[in-house]
């Protein structure tokens, strides 16, 4: 089992950054996958970024390529999501997810274990 709670969300005007963490427990965090997703109401939930269990792969989606930036601290259990240049298309709740395997993983089938999410709102 894989334990994921998200932080860092909240109001930011656009143009602005944020940055949300998942902070990983339960198993050997460098040994999964993890990526970022998000949901804004009445759309499907989004893959925005992934990277691999060591760090050295990511892959981002092109709805924020060049804008977010995945990275994740093995030492400290723990994933971020740098966000900048936020747009207010950007507002949904964000979630982290860790893949079973080490390799990044591209869709929501990929990922067995899910954090609650974490509110994203960028004012015009």
């Known amino acids: 089992q894989v334990q994921l709670v998200e932080s860092g969300g909240g109001l930011v005007q656009a143009g602005g950054s944020l940055r949300l963490s998942c902070a990983a427990s339960g198993r050997t965090f460098s040994r999964s996958a993890m990526a970022w997703f998000r949901q804004a109401p009445g759309k499907e939930r989004e893959q925005l970024a992934t990277?691999?269990?060591?760090?050295?792969?990511?892959y981002y989606f092109a709805s924020v390529q060049g804008r977010f930036t995945i990275s994740r601290d093995n030492n400290k259990n723990t994933l971020f999501l740098q966000m900048n240049s936020l747009k207010p298309e950007d507002t949904a709740v964000y979630y982290c997810?860790?893949?079973?395997?080490?390799?990044?993983?591209?869709?929501?089938?990929?990922?067995?274990?899910w954090g609650q999410g974490t509110q994203v709102t960028v004012s015009s």
């Open positions: 997810a860790a893949s079973i395997g080490p390799f990044y993983r591209l869709g929501q089938k990929e990922y067995a274990y």
């Open positions: 990277i691999s269990g060591s760090g050295g792969s990511t």
